[in-house]
């Protein structure tokens, strides 16, 4: 396969899964704004959501003060911003198009569709009526791009690098999700209660954000089916990073990279293969104890290092 | 403009070939055919069968436009469409001939049949060419040929062929994306005709080119297509044609030269490339050899050609037989290479290099078609009787000051075809282009080709550039 060919794919994806993520992120950020919380909690849930992806100073720059609505807006179909929903899509959709003939009729429709209807419901006014659907929108086209694409293609080197692509992103997007998320909870130093209403108030707080982790990464279901237990930030931090059956997963996104990353090996490939090889034994063999004494920050920025520099290598050794 | 041909209607007759049409147009309930249309936008918008359109500006799909898309199919009775094939398999042969001898041995020069200089001072005439041997001496494995119908004083009508497009002709994608389309809008209509297919046509195209490889390849020859990249404005053609012919669509930056072979990079290394369909300019194939500041082409191209290490298709020099300077003689050119009579008549054409034939243009300008001899794309022409005051006095100052760079030709009544328009069906001018394809094996083609239809009435410009819309083409089986 070409060596921009396959470029193309692993952005394509690469995009679509970023789409995704955000959309998601978004979702339960405003399921939560619906519950019950002080002004502060709101729009530390808001700036959290732009630091997940580094937007803080574009949109200060561009807005100013943390507004719910504007941050919406703003993540959703901001044009300049590259990591907006409307500009993944379209980068997706503009690399699909460069290598539309390698992708069957319907991956490729799928992702053209995706983007005609994406604007016509931003031009629709969705966002402001129904932000929930919007979101859902999004996931579902995300559902189907993935369905389409192991349905219809061959399997063959061009699956590869799509699959690379987008583990590659989204062990990235969880990782971020949870720096920021723990952060935000485990990593303040909490105030001692008062009184009894005021723990069972903080406890209230920590399930509902606990929660809402793992609704963003479909896993709260999956969090009582692996653990049958009530839900407690180190178990959360287990499923996310270490359980290899959770697709969602460190664990499991660097499975299917190394995967993938077999199949496609060439000539200058070895020195690449052997450091995504070394990224999933660790996740393999690690204890989740181990990483949170550590320091889960110190460990998530180490992974997402590690994560950007596979990317530069799987470019250098593959797209170029 | 006189008498004019309609390819449906003759009076209040409707011609033999579109009594079937017409039975099932009328069966059709109201709102029906409106219907049609949208839901054929639709489908066009999201197989994202688009073209750009130079000059604009906006980003985003603001420059991908639809080529409109008419319900309407243009029909070609068997008979007519036998004559239309001979005549083009004559045209295209004689115009290889022609072009292998410009580049050898000058045979037509030599003979006066066409002025040498013409040939030799024309800027579509490469040098570096001369004495270059090409696979099966064909040079324009892919021709598009615009032939058009006009009617007569007796109210029959003629085929001309009013332009050779023998280096990167595009369209044959939506020739046969809209033959997909009807097929999906109106399945029962294929069931009430004999329509022959089209939708061979990539296997034929592979066929051609695989057979124009270079001699004693050890494997099966790899073929790829070469873009100018995803903002050209027949990216889609591009890319649809490599996939149905399930080759490689290759840019200049995928290609590299080494010891004069070409390869293209692969996630395995570079990989050898046989035979490139290149859908680029010759100016823009070799930065080395043609425009140096080209960043589409490939550096050392031209010479790996040369060497015979790799194939182009088109051959690099093709432009000199399409030329408009050139049109005039391509009767002449039959008759010299293979002594037959031409089957397909050119439209009369003042060479405004004469200078009578200049003083009759500059009298009569006001009733005359006046081309750009180097002009493509409908760019750069004068359509007499639709230009106004200030356009005709332009071309006329033109005219004068470089009257070797113009043809003229008669305002021919281009034949019509019912079209859907804004204020419901009418007849609107149209045109045909066949493609045709020569490769070792011969010269084949599929029946019919690509109607182009002008969409803004009593227009005879039917460019897509222009506001030119689409038909199918449909070909009768007997």
Redesign the interface.
């Known amino acids: 396969m070409l060596s921009r060919t396959a470029d193309h794919l692993f952005w394509q994806s690469r995009y679509m899964e970023r789409a995704e993520n955000t959309a998601r992120l978004l979702d339960v950020n405003y399921q939560a704004s619906l519950l019950p919380q002080s002004p502060e909690v709101a729009l530390a849930g808001w700036r959290s959501l732009l630091s997940i992806y580094e937007l803080l100073p574009a949109y200060t720059a561009r807005h100013g003060e943390i507004d719910a609505r504007r941050v919406q807006e703003f993540i959703v179909g901001d044009e300049m911003s590259p990591s907006s929903i409307l500009s993944c899509l379209r980068a997706a959709r503009e690399n699909a198009r460069a290598v539309r003939g390698t992708l069957t009729t319907e991956v490729w429709e799928t992702t053209n569709q995706t983007w005609i209807e994406f604007r016509q419901q931003l031009k629709s006014g969705l966002l402001a009526r129904d932000p929930a659907a919007l979101f859902e929108w999004v996931k579902l086209r995300a559902h189907l791009a993935r369905g389409v694409t192991l349905g219809t293609m061959l399997q063959d080197e061009a699956v590869d690098f799509l699959r690379i692509g987008s583990y590659l992103e989204r062990a990235d997007n969880t990782a971020r999700m949870l720096d920021v998320k723990f952060h935000a909870v485990v990593g303040e130093p909490r105030e001692p209660s008062e009184d009894e209403a005021g723990a069972s108030r903080n406890a209230a707080a920590e399930f509902y954000h606990w929660s809402s982790v793992l609704r963003s990464v479909s896993g709260f279901e999956v969090y009582r089916k692996a653990y049958s237990n009530v839900i407690v930030p180190e178990k959360v931090a287990q499923l996310l990073i270490l359980n290899g059956a959770m697709p969602r997963s460190l664990a499991h996104c660097m499975g299917r990279v190394l995967h993938s990353l077999r199949r496609v090996a060439n000539a200058q490939s070895e020195e690449t293969l052997r450091l995504a090889g070394k990224l999933k034994a660790e996740l393999d063999y690690a204890h989740i104890d181990e990483i949170l004494a550590t320091g889960l920050h110190a460990y998530l920025t180490q992974f997402l290092k590690r994560v950007g520099d596979l990317g530069s290598d799987i470019s250098r050794d593959f797209l170029t | 403009m006189g008498i004019m041909f309609d390819e449906m209607r003759a009076g209040d007759r409707t011609r033999a070939h579109y009594q079937g049409y017409e039975r099932w147009l009328a069966d059709q309930p109201p709102g029906q055919m409106q219907a049609r249309r949208e839901e054929a936008e639709v489908i066009f918008?999201?197989?994202?069968i688009t073209f750009a359109v130079y000059g604009d500006k906006d980003s985003?799909?603001g420059t991908e436009r639809l080529i409109p898309f008419d319900l309407i199919p243009r029909v070609i009775p068997a008979h007519e469409w036998r004559e239309l094939e001979a005549g083009l398999r004559q045209r295209v042969t004689a115009l290889n001939r022609f072009l292998h001898d410009v580049y050898h041995e000058q045979e037509i020069l030599k003979a006066g049949i066409v002025p040498a200089e013409q040939v030799l001072e024309n800027a579509q005439f490469r040098p570096e060419m001369m004495g270059v041997n090409v696979p099966g001496q064909i040079y324009s494995s892919i021709a598009g040929i615009d032939i058009v119908r006009a009617a007569n004083p007796d109210g029959s009508a003629s085929y001309y062929v009013l332009e050779d497009n023998m280096r990167v002709p595009s369209g044959v994608s939506y020739m046969l994306e809209n033959r997909k389309m009807m097929m999906r809008l109106f399945p029962d209509l294929f069931a009430l005709h004999r329509i022959a297919p089209v939708a061979h046509y990539p296997d034929l195209l592979l066929e051609t080119l695989r057979s124009l490889a270079p001699q004693g390849l050890a494997s099966e020859p790899t073929v790829v297509v070469l873009t100018p990249?995803?903002y050209n404005s027949a990216?889609f053609e591009h890319?649809?044609l490599?996939?149905q012919m399930g080759v490689?669509?290759?840019?200049g930056?995928?290609l590299v030269v080494k010891d004069r072979f070409v390869y293209?990079?692969?996630?395995?290394?570079p990989k050898r490339v046989d035979v490139i369909y290149r859908r680029i300019d010759d100016d823009f194939l070799d930065p080395l050899v043609f425009r140096a500041d080209s960043q589409l082409g490939c550096a050392g191209l031209v010479d790996a050609y040369k060497a015979g290490n790799v194939t182009l298709s088109n051959a690099v020099g093709t432009g000199i037989a399409d030329d408009k300077s050139i049109y005039p003689y391509v009767p002449e050119m039959i008759e010299f290479y293979l002594g037959e009579k031409p089957i397909l008549h050119n439209v009369p054409t003042w060479q405004c290099r004469k200078p009578e034939a200049l003083a009759h243009v500059l009298a009569n300008l006001k009733d005359l078609v006046v081309k750009e001899v180097h002009g493509a794309g409908g760019y750069g022409m004068l359509v007499g009787p639709a230009a106004t005051k200030a356009e005709v006095e332009e071309f006329r100052n033109a005219l004068v000051a470089r009257p070797d760079n113009y043809i003229a030709q008669p305002t021919l009544s281009l034949s019509t075809c019912p079209t859907y328009v804004e204020s419901g069906i009418a007849p609107r001018h149209i045109d045909l282009r066949p493609f045709v394809l020569s490769g070792t094996q011969g010269v084949q083609m599929v029946p019919g080709g690509l109607t182009r239809v002008a969409l803004k009435q009593g227009s005879l410009v039917v460019n897509s550039s222009q506001g030119g819309g689409t038909k199918d083409t449909w070909v009768l089986e007997n």
């Open positions: 918008r999201r197989v994202g985003g799909e990249g995803m990216y890319a649809f490599a996939q490689e669509l290759v840019e930056k995928d293209m990079r692969t996630t395995h290394g």
